[in-house]
């Protein structure tokens, strides 16, 4: 993975009122943090990081993070977390990790598939049973997206973890024997009929037996309902005492 250089600058002010006047200014509040430093408060531009963001193919970014003014040298950093407005889309503020170029580190890719497997063109439907997977590498080596040739998989056929290539150095992590992809055969109109009320049936029974069980038994002979065992017990003692 390529890093991409970003200007950060040194941030004073916290409090909700505070960072919500850094926001109207067109900053980002940030902070960055890793195993071997202190976390540290920052401010971005709004422009510099919706930039960044729009032209990443995927949500991990690595960034040659450069820090205004402290005369440091650049830290290099992987985006940790984005926090977005529910309504404009804007972003409200960003994590970042610090790593080490010489330390393997892991992260979830996304999983792309490539070519039309020979099992749809024999009728059947490609399944994503995993959209992302897990990988460990060092910063310079970790992919975008894992992109994985489906041509030769058949109707039927599963593609397990432990069957998908890895790039040089990078290590896909997770059980091997996981699906991960299938084609299966299409399910007609009556199977899928047939399912639907299978698995309502076994629901509808239960709601007939609960509302059984609360109603309780038929009443006795004469219209009074049964004794319950609680009150046979207290009758009990009565009776002892008058013998």
Same mark, same amino acid.
């Given at each position: 993975?390529? =890093?991409? !250089? ?7 002010? @916290? ?23 202190? #976390?540290?408060? /920052? ?14 193919? =995927? ?13 440091? !040298?650049?830290?290099?950093? /992987? ?20 790593? =080490? #170029? ?13 070519? @039309? ?46 069957? +998908? !290539? ?5 290590? +896909? ?7 991960? /992809? ?5 399910? =007609? ?9 299978? #698995? ?36 009990? !003692? ?6």
């Amino acid at each position: 993975m390529k =890093s991409v !250089p970003l200007t950060a600058y040194a941030r004073s002010v @916290t409090g909700r009122n505070a960072v919500k006047k850094l926001r109207t200014s067109g900053r980002v509040p940030t902070v960055i943090y890793g195993r071997k430093c202190d #976390a540290k408060t /920052l401010e971005l531009n709004q422009r510099d990081l919706e930039k960044l963001i729009s032209h990443s193919a =995927s949500e991990n970014i690595l960034v040659d993070l450069e820090i205004a003014g402290d005369g440091a !040298p650049k830290r290099l950093a /992987l985006v940790q977390d984005v926090q977005h407005d529910p309504l404009t889309g804007k972003v409200l503020h960003i994590d970042f990790h610090e790593v =080490s #170029a010489d330390e393997k580190v892991t992260i979830t890719v996304p999983l792309e598939t490539v070519g @039309t497997p020979v099992g749809v063109k024999d009728g059947g439907v490609l399944e994503h049973v995993l959209f992302k997977l897990k990988v460990r590498a060092l910063p310079a080596d970790l992919p975008l997206v894992l992109e994985v040739d489906v041509t030769n998989l058949a109707l039927g056929k599963v593609l397990h973890l432990g069957e +998908i !290539p890895a790039p040089a150095g990078v290590e +896909i992590l997770g059980d091997k024997g996981v699906p991960v /992809l299938a084609v299966q055969t299409p399910k =007609s109109e009556a199977e899928e009929a047939a399912a639907e009320a299978t #698995a309502t049936t076994p629901t509808e029974v239960e709601m007939i037996k609960e509302k059984k069980g609360e109603e309780g038994a038929a009443p006795a002979e004469g219209g009074k309902k049964p004794e319950k065992a609680a009150d046979k017990a207290a009758e009990k !003692p009565a009776k002892a005492e008058k013998k």
